[in-house]
């Protein structure tokens, strides 16, 4: 008996060093993970404000014409900070870029647009002009505005306007076993309904979800995303970063 006893609270006492270890470990581990994102968290402000002052040489010569139209993807709570936004606009403004769409979620940037605008001398609104390639060689400034809702209609009017085309084209259920609608016929139904619009060379994503949270997918086939953080913490040393980095990178477009 008394053995048994014995044996009991050996395990007992056994268990109980166990789970004590492992919440160490686990608590040790939580702080590790921790410490590291400390660091490079520091390291990446370090870094960022050197770059603002201008003490890293790298960062003084940017390639801009590399990039012809900037996306910013914002998410909708960051969307409300109107003035963060407007900085940020000027940011890229004064670097030489002067075609670019914001976009949010629910369309908060939208009803914001006219102050955005008065904001910027001479901008004019992308949607009111029609030869996309053109309008990018001019200097003048462009922004567009786009939010998730407008690529679910133009979505259900380009499909609408394949459908009629194909209607009328009078196939018959010979060929209906082959492919109906390209790429090519895709994108081109797209821009009849208003919504084809350039694919971003860049897409700066401002908010915590590491994804580019809607944005039209049939937009951004070879564009370069990279996540920026929350908006209220942008800082313009990032900004720098995140265009030199995108601008010294070879795009081999799938080949």
Known sequence: MDFSRKKRMLRFWTDKIGNILLRMSWHL?????????FTTGMVHA???????????????????????YLAIVIE?????????????????VALGINHICLYDNEGILKK???LIL???DGAILFQDTHEDNILLDQPCMT???????????????????LLMKYIKSGATGSNQGEQIFTDSQMSEALKTV?????????????????????????????TEIQHMGPLKSMEYG??????????????????
């Not at 581990?29 to 994102?37: E, K, P, Q, V």
């Not at 909708?76 to 890229?92: F, K, P």
């Not at 990032?238 to 080949?255: E, M, W």
């Open 29 to 37: 581990l939580h702080a590790i993970i921790y410490l590291c994102y």
């Open 46 to 68: 370090l870094e960022s404000h050197l770059i603002s002052r201008g003490l890293l040489r790298r960062y003084k010569s940017l390639h801009i014409s590399k990039i012809n």
């Open 76 to 92: 909708s709570e960051d969307a409300c900070r109107t003035s963060n936004v407007i900085q940020l606009l000027q940011w890229v």
């Open 112 to 114: 914001s647009k006219d």
């Open 118 to 120: 008065d904001k910027f």
């Open 143 to 161: 922004l567009e505005f786009v939010s998730f809702s407008d690529g679910k209609e133009a979505v259900a009017r380009a499909a609408n306007v």
């Open 194 to 222: 208003g919504s084809g619009g350039p694919e971003p060379d860049l897409i700066l994503i401002y908010g915590p979800a590491r994804c580019h949270l809607g944005f039209p997918a049939w937009r951004m086939r070879y």
């Open 238 to 255: 990032s900004l720098i970063k995140a265009i030199y980095r995108f601008t010294t990178v070879r795009q081999n477009y799938g080949k």
